[in-house]
């Protein structure tokens, strides 16, 4: 199992921006896709954004396009979400995931490790 570690998650106002950050413990998720969902209260989890092996090829939400940006540094180990322009709807828990996959999918099913968490509000 691959421990991913999610931080950058806080309180902001709306309009405001953060930067989600996701470590991963293995160089081997550099070959695989990763994602973002989140996950508001009484809400089921939905994706948020994906982003291929190679960090070319992304895809974002229709809630989120033009507002959040992922991207990796597979150096690094780790996956970013730059979130811009946050709504009060943003608010929700931020769970960065590993997929079974090279390529960019959707589906939670097809992401195989999880972190923890990371909670991000957005005050109006």
């Known amino acids: 199992q691959v421990h991913l570690v999610e931080s950058g998650g806080g309180l902001v106002q709306a309009g405001g921006s953060l930067r989600l950050s996701c470590a991963a413990s293995?160089?081997?998720?550099?070959?695989?896709?990763m994602g973002w969902f989140r996950q508001a209260p009484g809400k089921e989890r939905e994706f948020v954004a994906a982003?291929?092996?190679?960090?070319?090829?992304?895809y974002c939400a229709d809630s989120v396009k033009g507002r959040f940006t992922i991207s990796r540094d597979n150096a690094k180990n780790t996956v970013y979400l730059q979130m811009n322009s946050l709504k009060p709807e943003d608010t929700a828990v931020y769970y960065c995931?590993?997929?079974?996959?090279?390529?960019?999918?959707?589906?939670?099913?097809?992401?195989?490790?999880w972190g923890q968490g990371t909670q991000v509000t957005v005050s109006s």
């Open positions: 995931a590993a997929s079974s996959w090279n390529y960019i999918t959707t589906a939670s099913t097809n992401f195989r490790s």
């Open positions: 293995e160089r081997t998720l550099r070959n695989y896709a």
């Open positions: 982003i291929d092996w190679s960090g070319i090829s992304t």
